[in-house]
């Protein structure tokens, strides 16, 4: 019972000018409009001090203007959930709805990224509470990126402390990958590898795929593996010229098994 009545008294006040901090403030891109990647060139007196900067002389003649790009902050939107966890999700929806309105294009854009924000279709399965993003089926919270969750039970907001970056997911993907390439080949040099097929270890010689020009992998021509080469081989432009089945002395003198 303290955490609401903590959240509810340290909780941030929704900005009325949010919309104005997000999105209608001025657009990056209009000082270099015009101008090609390059330096600029500095004018100076009989003393060398400087005048002014000019563009640069490469700058094209009659080069049509480029347009702003969009520019919005989202930080503001961050910090103002952050400041609500532990707060009915209903009605910190509400305050923010209240100042991001549907019937503009961009504040509409500012409300669909909540969606990234916070999980807001959750349910219990199997005791633990699952989201299903806007992106994508059903998954725990802690395949989700969200930082945010809307408790299904209590209809609170609450900190995702289960959340996995996007750096943790790739170390723990390539860590797998790794792990699982381990278990069925080993490299021998830049043109050899040793590979396990259904039970028994084959010396693959490799050699780059040629551009344009018919070759045959024997390790797909022997049925042996239907992987793509990339992910058979390790790596990509290469394929299996060459092959042989190692015998068990050579197994055991290799440490294969």
């Known amino acids: ?69 969009l520019n919005e902050t989202l930080n503001p939107l961050k910090r103002y959930l952050a400041s609500n966890v532990g707060r009915p999700w ?37 005791g633990v509470v699952v989201a299903t993003p806007r992106f994508g089926g059903e998954r725990p919270l802690s395949e989700d990126y969200s930082l945010y969750y809307v408790h299904p039970r209590t209809g609170l907001l609450r900190k995702n402390d289960k959340r996995a970056n ?33 039970g028994a270890w084959w010396e693959v010689k490799l050699a780059k795929t040629p551009p344009q020009q018919a070759y045959e992998d024997v390790v797909h021509r022997a049925r042996l593996s239907a992987m793509a080469p990339e992910k058979l081989y390790g790596r990509d432009g290469v394929y299996a010229r060459d092959k042989r089945q190692l015998s068990k002395a050579e197994i055991k003198q290799l440490k294969l098994r």
């Open 1 to 69: 019972m303290l955490a609401p009545v903590l959240a509810r008294a340290y909780a941030r006040a929704m900005r009325k000018d949010m919309a104005k901090v997000i999105v209608e403030r001025p657009r990056s891109g209009r000082s270099a409009a015009g101008k090609k990647p390059g330096r600029t060139r500095a004018l100076t007196d009989d003393d060398g001090d400087p005048v002014r900067a000019v563009k640069s002389t490469r700058e094209p003649r009659g080069r049509e203007q480029k347009t702003k790009r």
């Open 90 to 126: 209903d009605k910190v929806y509400s305050e923010i709805s209240a100042h991001l309105k549907p019937s503009s294009t961009v504040q509409q854009h500012v409300r669909d990224h909540l969606q990234d924000f916070v999980a807001i279709k959750t349910r219990m399965k199997g």
């Open 166 to 198: 996007w750096n943790e997911r790739y170390r723990k993907a390539r860590a797998a990958a790794e792990a699982e390439l381990a278990l069925r080949m080993r490299v021998v040099d830049a043109k050899t590898q040793l590979h396990l097929f259904d």
